[in-house]
């Protein structure tokens, strides 16, 4: 059992694409540490890709259908956030990510709002869609973390220790 957590865990499912993915490390050590399971997609799948509401970019693309895949295994919490700036350690101007990539939680909420699990996740609240800051560093983004948290039933003390040992590794 990771981290000392039990098989009977809620879930939380994030979804492999864009810079989620580069950053999966730092999601999955803070969600882990404070007490949720991981459930990551497995595979981009054709229906996903077919929810598309636009022509998109492919990794736009593949991330519909990485989040088809992901929605099938009913996690109980969807991490969908908006990225907004990534970390540079030089240079003196700060780093926009790419609107695609801003935009992946809302129109991925569009292509699969009809989608039964979606709907469910979103009638009680659990689709968490933070906009995080790397821009600054990384420890710029712990109030966006610690919000977070805090809508998942953890308390503030915790949620910071999770977000702090997270973003060491």
Do not use: W
Not at 34 to 48: D, F, H, K, M, P
Not at 98 to 106: A, N
Not at 162 to 169: N, V
Request: overall charge positive; glycine content about 8%; proline content about 5%.
């Amino acid at each position: 059992e990771e981290l000392g957590m039990k098989a009977d865990s809620k879930t939380i499912g994030i979804n492999k694409s864009f810079l989620v993915n580069t950053y999966y490390p730092l999601y999955y050590h803070f969600f882990s540490r404070i007490g949720l399971r991981v459930l990551v997609s497995e595979l981009s799948e054709q229906e996903g890709i077919d929810r598309q509401r636009a022509p998109f970019c492919y990794p736009a693309e593949i991330s519909h259908g990485f989040s088809f895949n992901l929605l099938k295994k009913k996690p109980d919490y969807l991490f969908l956030p908006q990225l907004k700036g990534v970390y540079v350690e030089s240079g003196d101007k700060k780093s926009i990510t790419c609107p695609l990539s801003q935009g992946e939680p809302y129109y991925l909420s569009s292509a699969f709002k009809d989608l039964e699990t979606f709907r469910n996740l979103k009638a009680v609240g659990r689709i968490m869609m933070p906009v995080i800051d790397f821009s600054e560093g990384y420890e710029s983004a712990e109030n966006a973390f610690v919000s977070m948290a805090k809508k998942l039933g953890c308390r503030k003390k915790v949620a910071r220790g999770a977000f702090f040992e997270a973003i060491k590794i």
